[in-house]
């Protein structure tokens, strides 16, 4: 090939968030000639993509829904299409540019390409997956293996990539993925040493369509790992154990599993064993909830695989804390306990919430309702809260539900969070409630640009009207 044509050719990128941004930076660092396209417009936007046209990156916002002729200027230039996980992988403009043999990949694929030299550990799941990636890292660092983290959470893969072509960049012994199904739909090269599936129940319906194609795709991960390590509490993934490739169980139910025990469990008195050893007790781990001795479990797994002893893993477990926004204790004031749940987008994540922090609660909760049973959800909440504010645009579609299911407790529908977490202090003292759980269970991008940003909104409303120091 010419140079003058290697030149001329485009590699696009489709999204200007996180991850497009770094996909940019990754190709731009190798010298290609590199173009962002962004549906949005508005002033936060321009001012990135002033930024990255100061860096020699183009980027074009086209203020309006992506379209196949949005690509028509460039269509014999165009080398490569990164997709940011944001994009439906099945639009329909990228369906006509793959019918024109165009290379269409997502940008975790993009950053594998890169760093698949590198043993790595891929974390998937509705719920569950960034405790299990954050507490693994956790381990692995304190026993002196030096690791990334990055994927769905922290880091764009992509940087993890840019960052390991310095100089000074230490060699990694083990790279810690979290991956969500969107990111595993656009990557199919991606192939971990290890691959640990947490939970899964119904989410992201909305893209998937059904919850057949959903499990499709997560099981597509495991199918390529070379190690694959699973939850049997999950009663999903139990019930689908035939159809899986097969791999190391581990569950906090001591009962049979067929005919055995996961290969760790723990007893009725709370040890945790590796087959018939007992290893160390389940009280190490400071963070509530039986969801997280699963999430400890599946941690205690990948660590032995990878050969730490169970003395180690244990002294490192000992000094994990909660991930932010997940379940994050931000304090008591006169008795009443605070937790921030952001994280908790979808009915699960919420339901599981509710169940592993002190009741009576007041429920603060609301946002862009997802696909999905709403219904044990909605049994969990009569079970544990006082009361229930909630805010954002599904707040009356909830609010509406939970009339339905004769919810006893005082429903008080809010227009923002900052009114909703006013109204929840005043129910909670009224009511004398234990703590004020902030768990969504709905996605953020109504008032939000993630769950990361509308956490941090709830810290610094909790300060604001609490004397929590």
């Known amino acids: 090939m010419s140079t003058h044509k290697q030149s001329n050719q485009i590699h696009i990128v489709l999204g ?21 396209l962004e549906n949005n417009s508005n002033e936060k936007l321009i001012n990135i993509s002033n930024k990255l046209k100061s860096e020699g990156i183009n980027v074009i916002l086209l203020g309006e829904p992506l379209h196949i002729n ?14 940011s996980p944001g994009i439906d992988w099945e639009h329909l403009a990228l369906k006509e540019l793959r019918c024109k043999n165009i290379n269409i990949h997502g940008e975790v694929e993009l950053a594998w390409e890169r760093l698949n030299h590198i043993p790595s550990i891929g974390i998937t799941g509705t719920n569950g997956k960034t405790t299990v990636t954050n507490m693994l890292n956790h381990v692995l660092n304190l026993n002196n293996l030096v690791t990334d983290m990055g994927g769905n959470m922290g880091k764009a893969l992509s940087k993890i990539a840019l960052d390991s072509m310095s100089n000074n960049y230490q060699e990694l012994n083990w790279l810690v993925i979290e991956l969500s199904s969107y990111q595993i739909e656009g990557s199919p090269k991606v192939a971990p040493t290890i691959g640990i599936w947490t939970t899964f ?7 998937h369509n059904d919850i057949e194609t959903y499990f499709k795709i997560k099981r597509s991960l495991l199918e390529k790992s070379s190690i694959r390590i699973y939850n049997s509490d999950d009663q999903y993934l139990s019930s689908k154990r035939k159809e899986l490739p097969k791999g190391i169980w581990v569950g906090t139910n001591q009962q049979s599993f067929y005919s055995q025990y996961p290969k760790f469990w723990i007893d009725q008195k709370g040890y945790i064993f590796e087959d018939q050893k007992q290893l160390f007790h389940s009280s190490i781990l400071k963070i509530p909830g039986k969801h997280n001795l699963q999430n400890l479990l599946l941690v205690i797994a990948a660590a032995r695989e990878i050969g730490l002893d169970h003395s180690s893993i244990a002294t490192s477990i000992s000094s994990f804390k909660s991930i932010p926004h997940r379940l994050e204790y931000l304090g008591k004031v006169n008795n009443l306990s605070f937790y921030n749940d952001s994280k908790a987008t979808n009915f699960d994540s919420s339901l599981t919430g509710l169940k592993s ?26 079970q544990s809260t006082n009361g229930v504010v909630l805010f954002g645009l599904s707040a009356n579609n909830i609010k509406k539900a939970l009339l339905m299911s004769s919810y006893k407790g005082e429903i008080i529908v809010k227009q923002n969070l900052e009114e909703a977490t006013i109204a929840s202090i005043e129910i909670a003292k009224k009511t004398n409630s234990t703590s004020i759980l902030f768990s969504p269970a709905c996605a953020s991008f109504d008032q939000y640009q993630n769950y990361e940003e509308r956490g941090d909104h709830f810290k610094n409303l909790v300060k604001k009207f609490t004397p929590i120091k």
């Open 16 to 36: 200007l968030g996180i991850s497009g941004i770094s996909a940019a930076k990754l190709l731009k660092s190798e010298g290609k000639n590199v173009l962002i």
């Open 201 to 207: 129940t119904p989410d992201h319906l909305e893209r």
């Open 357 to 382: 922090i002190p009741h009576p609660t007041i429920l603060l909760a609301g946002g862009i309702k997802k696909k999905g049973d709403y219904l044990p959800w909605i049994k969990q909440i009569q």
């Open 70 to 83: 949005n690509f028509t200027p460039w269509i014999e230039r165009i080398c490569s299409i990164t997709v």
